[in-house]
């Protein structure tokens, strides 16, 4: 297989018309079936066609190859994601800290769940072709919603916003990846959503600057009365 450094990786035309827009879409809806039923390694254009009820040269007329499908149907999930994502930022705005963390995880947790087997056998592309440029974009649009939420934040302030949000979206990104790896159970998953909800909020907590206690109000003294002679 060509390396995908040299595979093409964009679609070859965008549609202008509503049938076209409708026959991309059932191209990319036929990709992800495929996708979840047989993983990336055994899908092919062939059977994305058949699928999607198109002709493979209809299909070629919008992506050039496999790799290209994948990495559309990627960037269309990574898109789904990110404005869930940046929606609950913009909700948020304003709003206490320990708030804004329930309010992401919760909102990315949905995003992840929503299709769980689309999401887990996405996870599987990158073995395939070379998502990179996706999860940078991603990551971009994510890490701007979630620092312009948290700097609005009237309770919060961080020394460092920057670490502190790339911290904690780092570990969230992580532990959400580690539950499509391994599977686990929808009672331990759920278990595990609100210890990310907790380790969020006490992390945001613990990573404020502490507040400056107001200057100490000195009693009002009277001025001593001075007697003075006759003048």
Avoid at 161 to 190: E, Y
């Amino acid at each position: 297989m060509a390396s995908t450094a040299q595979v093409r990786l964009t679609a070859r035309k965008t549609p202008r018309q509503a049938r076209a827009t409708a026959t991309l879409e059932a191209i990319l809806e036929a990709t992800i079936q495929v996708l979840v039923a047989v993983g990336p390694a055994r899908l092919t254009t062939t059977r994305v066609a058949a699928r999607a009820g198109a002709s493979v040269g209809t299909m070629y007329q919008y992506f050039p190859n496999k790799q290209a499908l994948l990495y559309a149907v990627t960037e269309r999930y990574f898109d789904i994601v990110a404005a869930s994502v940046e929606q609950v930022c913009r909700e948020q705005h304003g709003a206490r800290v320990g708030q804004m963390a329930e309010a992401l995880v919760e909102a990315y947790w949905r995003a992840k769940i929503v299709r769980c087997k689309v999401t887990r056998a996405l996870y599987l592309v990158a073995a395939e072709v070379d998502t990179t440029p996706l999860v940078e974009a991603f990551s971009k649009r994510v890490e701007l919603a979630t620092s312009t939420m948290f700097a609005s934040a009237p309770d919060a302030k961080f020394a460092d916003l920057t670490i502190v949000n790339l911290t904690l979206l780092t570990s969230l990104f992580g532990t959400v990846r580690s539950l499509f790896d391994r599977s686990l159970p929808k009672p331990w998953a759920c278990g595990v959503q609100q210890q990310l909800i907790f380790m969020c909020r006490s992390y945001l907590e613990a990573a404020k600057v502490p507040s400056q206690p107001a200057a100490a109000v000195q009693p009002h003294r009277p001025s001593p009365v001075i007697e003075r002679g006759p003048v």
